[in-house]
């Protein structure tokens, strides 16, 4: 069956550290993988989008990595600050790399970072 | 501001009885999707649409209805035949392309609770 795992249910790193999150997937053969942050009681924003042709996304402090053969994402927060804290989603749209698209994405659970000061 | 609204934030209802959830957006997305959110659970598909007047089936529809009547709004109807209805509800859009994954862009949520 379709699986994407968020290993961690909650990691907690100390301020000014990298933390790395990590999404794996079983059974997809997506093109593309996304990131997303919720903070509580709050809608998921997007953070990060990488297609299945690149290595590594780089936006500010974050860093996405994406290896098709491994079926694994790391997602990277370097220099992590309290602000950081929150609940980061991952998610992929597993229709497209068949040639047809639908358009939904399948989310993990996600894992709660904690960065202490 | 462009952006996607719900409301209410927090909504209580008694067992039996339907009530519907309001979705809009301007920001001219085409796609609108329903999320449920449960502890521990992470966000499951219930409904989307990709055009005005067409809706399909997520993973967890039953015991819900939507319309699309118009581009910018999405209702979805909790019905009283849902037989866990409490959960914090979570509407979506994004545009669509072909050959492309957009990004989803999410409401603040409605926590509904039933008892």
């Known amino acids: 069956s379709q699986k994407i795992e968020q290993n961690s249910e909650a990691l907690n790193i100390q301020e000014g550290k990298t933390a790395t999150l990590t999404c794996n997937y079983t059974n997809y053969s997506p093109a593309y993988l996304q990131w997303y942050r919720q903070d509580p009681g709050r809608g998921p924003v997007f953070l990060l989008l990488?297609?299945?042709?690149?290595k590594e996304k780089r936006k500010e402090r974050l860093k996405v990595t994406f290896d098709t053969t491994l079926k694994q994402s790391l997602f990277h927060i370097t220099a992590s600050q309290p602000a950081d804290s929150a609940t980061y989603l991952c998610?992929?749209?597993?229709?497209?790399?068949?040639?047809?698209?639908?358009?939904?994405?399948?989310f993990g659970k996600g894992t709660l970072l904690t960065v202490n000061p | 501001d462009g952006g996607i609204t719900q409301s209410p934030k927090y909504l209580f209802r008694k067992e039996g009885q339907n009530v519907t959830l309001s979705c809009e957006q301007n920001?001219?997305?085409?796609?609108m999707y329903w999320y449920r959110q449960d502890p521990g659970q992470g966000l499951r598909l219930i409904y989307y649409s990709q055009i005005v007047n067409d809706f399909q089936k997520g993973d967890i529809a039953e015991g819900y209805s939507v319309s699309r009547e118009k581009k910018e709004s999405f209702p979805l109807t909790v019905t009283s035949a849902q037989k866990n209805p409490t959960a914090f509800y979570l509407c979506?859009?994004?545009?669509?392309?072909?050959?492309?994954?957009?990004?989803?862009?999410f409401g603040p949520g409605t926590r509904l609770t039933v008892t």
């Open positions: 990488i297609r299945e042709n690149e």
């Open positions: 920001l001219n997305h085409d796609a």
């Open positions: 979506a859009s994004s545009s669509l392309g072909t050959g492309n994954s957009y990004e989803q862009y």
């Open positions: 998610a992929l749209d597993p229709s497209l790399n068949s040639g047809g698209s639908n358009y939904k994405l399948t």
